[in-house]
C-alpha cells in the first residue's frame, strides 16, 4: 500500500525558465542515471537547508550551466504542486531573462532552447508540465 499524503516528505526544488530575446526557453535532458533521466526539465535543484529558492538557483544554474544569475533578476512566475510515488514536489519557477555567461551543459545533461509553443514535443517529468502554460501566457 502506497504512503499517504499526510506521510509523505515534502521536498523543495526551485526551478528557472531562462528566457532569451527571441522567447525561448532553455530546457535540460536528465541525464542517464538520475531518476526520469531522458526527460526535458526546467534548470535548477533542491534547496538546501538555510538556502533560499533564489539562492539555490544562482548556486544550482553556476554548477549545473556555468552562468551567473543574480536574485534581483528573478521573478517568480508560478509553482508546481505535484505528488510523486515517494514524496510531494513544492516547486517556484521563477523566469530570468538576464545573466552573465553562455549556458553550458556541465553535468552531462543536453540542453535546448525551446520556444513555449514547442514544449509539448519534449516529454517533461509530471511536475513541470503544467508550468508550460503559464510560460506560454508570458511569453
Same mark, same amino acid.
Given at each position: 500500500? +502506497?504512503?499517504?499524503? #499526510? #506521510?509523505?516528505?515534502?521536498?523543495?526544488?526551485?526551478?528557472?525558465?531562462?528566457?532569451?530575446?527571441?522567447?525561448?526557453?532553455?530546457?535540460?535532458?536528465?541525464?542517464? +542515471?538520475?531518476?526520469?533521466?531522458?526527460? !526535458? #526539465?526546467?534548470?535548477?535543484? $533542491?534547496?538546501?537547508?538555510?538556502?533560499?529558492?533564489?539562492?539555490?538557483?544562482?548556486?544550482?544554474?553556476?554548477? #549545473?550551466? +556555468?552562468?551567473?544569475?543574480?536574485?534581483?533578476? &528573478?521573478?517568480?512566475?508560478?509553482?508546481?504542486?505535484?505528488?510523486?510515488?515517494?514524496?510531494?514536489? &513544492?516547486?517556484?519557477?521563477?523566469?530570468?531573462? $538576464? !545573466?552573465?555567461?553562455?549556458?553550458?551543459?556541465?553535468?552531462?545533461?543536453?540542453? $535546448? !532552447?525551446?520556444?513555449?509553443?514547442?514544449?509539448?514535443?519534449?516529454?517533461?517529468?509530471?511536475?513541470?508540465?503544467?508550468?508550460?502554460?503559464?510560460?506560454?501566457?508570458?511569453?
Amino acid at each position: 500500500m +502506497g504512503v499517504s499524503l #499526510e #506521510e509523505k516528505k515534502i521536498v523543495l526544488v526551485a526551478a528557472c525558465a531562462l528566457a532569451d530575446a527571441d522567447g525561448r526557453v532553455l530546457l535540460a535532458e536528465r541525464p542517464e +542515471g538520475k531518476a526520469m533521466a531522458g526527460l !526535458w #526539465e526546467f534548470p535548477g535543484g $533542491k534547496v538546501e537547508a538555510g538556502e533560499t529558492p533564489e539562492l539555490s538557483l544562482i548556486r544550482e544554474l553556476k554548477e #549545473e550551466l +556555468g552562468i551567473d544569475v543574480s536574485a534581483s533578476c &528573478l521573478a517568480p512566475l508560478t509553482f508546481a504542486s505535484h505528488t510523486y510515488e515517494a514524496f510531494h514536489l &513544492l516547486m517556484p519557477l521563477y523566469i530570468c531573462r $538576464k !545573466w552573465d555567461g553562455i549556458a553550458q551543459p556541465l553535468e552531462g545533461q543536453r540542453l $535546448k !532552447w525551446v520556444a513555449p509553443a514547442r514544449m509539448d514535443d519534449y516529454p517533461m517529468p509530471p511536475a513541470d508540465v503544467p508550468l508550460v502554460a503559464a510560460l506560454r501566457d508570458l511569453l
